[in-house]
């Protein structure tokens, strides 16, 4: 198709280019075939970039949104099982010394807030990843 040889400089910005944008860029050398492959002006050239980058960035927002939402939603499983731990381990202090039933109970309760609260912030962070974002 091309019968001239191409020449590259050393340290020429075609280097990262790849070949066939090279080779459809060069304004000395137009085919039939390459004429009815590029746009015809650069305005539409841009709007059908446009129209080909923003799908496959939206499907790339929607994926990493979704991603977010899941990694955040891992914080409420950890606040079910601190729930559980604190609970757990105020069966087994009542059961080794039922005369601190109340100090232990108030103890269990501030750890239950406490890792409630966690939980719940872990949650708001998924929701407003998921819909404010």
Known sequence: MF???????????ALYRPLSASVLSRPDVKTE?????MPQSPLSQVTLRGIQTSAVSRDIDTAAKFIGAGAATVGVAGSGAGIGTVFGSLIIGYARNPSLKQQLFSYAILGFALSEAMGLFCLMVAFLILFAM
């Open 3 to 13: 019968t001239e040889k191409l020449h590259v400089r050393a340290g020429s910005r």
């Open 33 to 37: 075939s390459s004429v009815a492959l």
